[in-house]
């Protein structure tokens, strides 16, 4: 097969007539599918239905260590549930405060609390006249989301096949103290896939911050969330290399059960040193009389344990597993000699990250919402929605059924063609 880069512009113009008809024949077709956003498809929470007859009125309610989880109590979660996800994000107990269904609660909530009231006796960041995070990109939208909200100034960080650029990210905490936080998703990260090597990870927890108040936001979205059973990629525990480095407080780990069991009624929790939960604790206090300790319970009496958790993911792997495997075939037996995109063929997480030619990503967007496919938003992946090159675009295969992402894949294919020869023409 040519590259459309060989071809001539009479070559380029055939082909872009046939793409054109094909093009009219799907947009003739009335289609409505979505590739937008990471959602567990109905297949994958049918798995976990039967956690909802784990609890009932007859059943004892009583935590382990008797506190009585209809009441109040346990501000920081019951043991058994600190425990699992300590298990699952390989920490201990100690380190965990569990929260509710949402970690991006929990992290907006811990941005929002900096403003307000600092970090650990640190000046409020509303009081400061500039507030920066790092953000390695392409990376998480609803990330860039939550401090674009609160007027901080974001700085793009290239990430490589081991993750951010820590030659870039050492220069630039050690050398402005406006700089207070890092976005990371280090495992199976989103949008590429990419886990962060070992090297990565002890060079971010050896971090010199210029700022005494800088912290590592780690969210460990995806630790479980394998493809394999044995091809899984490793990721360090960045608790204990923080005590190892000397800098136990620099960061903030973030887990949530939310597409191991129900994305709306899972249980959420920030890992971090005791200095830093005490100090959260503390405005907790004031906050809420703690969160819902019935649902930590049923989670842990149907989960059991983090053998029983990666039992479960292993039964997702097999529902999200072919849907992967089907989208890189797609795009390999249909753009992988063209030299008008690249992918990676991610391990685990929620998402396959596409890289048009230069200036086609938008274009891709459109043609394929025209011809009835939504995606993630060319953009979406950098702070303020703005891709330099025009390039990344997120694709999503976990919601649709398998003969609705075969269609949505072959329209996307189609799109990127079609805008790749428009744009080589244009040039």
């Not at 090597?197 to 911050?209: F, G, H, I, N, Y």
Request: hydrophobic share 35%; aromatic share 10%; proline share 5%.
């Amino acid at each position: 097969m040519q590259s459309y880069q060989e071809m001539s512009k009479e070559e380029l113009y055939k082909v872009k007539e046939g793409l054109e008809k094909e093009y009219a024949k799907y947009k003739g077709m009335g289609l409505s599918l979505n590739m937008a956003r990471g959602k567990p498809a109905a297949t994958q929470l049918d798995l976990v239905m039967p956690m909802l007859d784990v609890l009932n009125s007859s059943s004892e309610l009583i935590a382990e260590d008797g506190t009585d989880c209809r009441n109040y109590g346990e501000l920081k979660g019951i043991p058994e549930a600190r425990k699992l996800i300590a298990d699952m994000v390989g920490s201990t107990p100690d380190h965990v405060f569990v929260y509710g269904n949402s970690s991006l609660n929990v992290m907006y909530d811990t941005v929002s609390r900096s403003f307000t009231h600092g970090v650990m006796g640190s000046t409020p960041w509303c009081k400061l006249d500039k507030v920066k995070f790092l953000c390695p990109v392409p990376g998480y939208d609803r990330h860039f989301g939550v401090t674009e909200f609160f007027g901080v100034e974001m700085v793009n960080v290239p990430m490589t096949s081991e993750g951010p650029d820590m030659d870039m990210v050492e220069r630039l905490v050690s050398s402005d103290d406006s700089i207070k936080g890092i976005w990371c998703v280090p495992k199976y990260s989103n949008p590429q896939g990419i886990t962060y090597s070992d090297e990565t990870v002890r060079r971010m927890a050896a971090l010199k911050p210029a700022a005494e108040d800088f912290r590592i936001y780690w969210d460990n979205a995806y630790v479980v969330h394998h493809l394999y059973e044995d091809e899984q990629d490793d990721l360090l525990d960045i608790i204990s290399e923080c005590e190892k480095a000397g800098n136990p407080d620099m960061v903030y780990e973030f887990c949530s059960t939310s597409k191991v069991s129900f994305p709306g009624s899972g249980i959420a929790a920030i890992v971090t040193s005791k200095a830093n939960l005490d100090f959260i604790e503390k405005q907790f206090t004031m906050q809420t009389i703690g969160h819902d300790k019935i649902n930590q319970l049923r989670h842990v009496r149907y989960f059991k344990n983090i053998d029983g958790i990666n039992a479960h993911m292993m039964k997702q792997a097999a529902i999200m597993r072919p849907k992967f495997e089907m989208v890189e075939r797609t795009l390999q037996d249909e753009l992988g000699e063209l030299g008008i995109g690249s992918w990676i063929s991610p391990k685990g997480g929620y998402f396959i990250c596409f890289n048009t030619l230069p200036g086609c990503a938008k274009s891709v967007v459109a043609k394929a919402k025209e011809a009835g496919v939504v995606l993630t938003p060319a953009g979406a992946p950098f702070p303020y929605g703005k891709d330099p090159e025009d390039s990344v675009i997120r694709i999503a295969p976990s919601f649709p059924t398998m003969e609705e992402l075969e269609t949505a894949t072959r329209i996307f294919v189609l799109c990127v063609k079609l805008a790749s020869v428009e744009k080589l023409l244009a040039e």
